[in-house]
Nanobody, 120 residues
Framework: QVQLVESGGGLVQPGGSLSLSCVASGNFFRIGAMGWHRQAPGSQRMLVAGITGGGSTNYGSPVKGRFTISRNNAKNTVTLQMNNLQPEDSAVYYC??????????????WGKGTQVTVSS
């Protein structure tokens, strides 16, 4: 299986930037799609950004134009660059990765989450 380790969360002022990273390790054939969801207290969990193994990206509407997702396939790492952060971006951010088996089946795995707080 796979273990996901996240890093980069913290406290920033509105308009500031943070970069989140997630590294996948363990016993698996290949990592497919990777990305990030977020959830704030009392709110629904939402997709922030995703990226396929081939590099195609998808962003949730609230972060389009401000966040950028990228990956390094050799290191099984996904990165989320977050710019012009706003208070409504405050949430726990969870990394996900799709583990692909030799029979082409896929199963999503999740990190433990990292806190992002945007406040003046």
């Amino acid at each position: 299986q796979v273990q996901l380790v996240e890093s980069g969360g913290g406290l920033v002022q509105p308009g500031g930037s943070l970069s989140l990273s997630c590294v996948a390790s363990g016993n698996f054939f290949r990592i497919g799609a990777m990305g990030w969801h977020r959830q704030a207290p009392g709110s629904q969990r939402m997709l922030v950004a995703g990226i396929t193994g081939g590099g195609s990206t998808n962003y949730g509407s609230p972060v389009k134009g401000r966040f950028t997702i990228s990956r390094n396939n050799a290191k099984n790492t996904v990165t989320l660059q977050m710019n012009n952060l706003q208070p409504e971006d405050s949430a726990v951010y969870y990394c996900f990765a799709e583990v692909i088996s030799r029979d082409y089946s896929g199963e999503d795995h999740w990190g433990k989450g990292t806190q992002v707080t945007v406040s003046s």
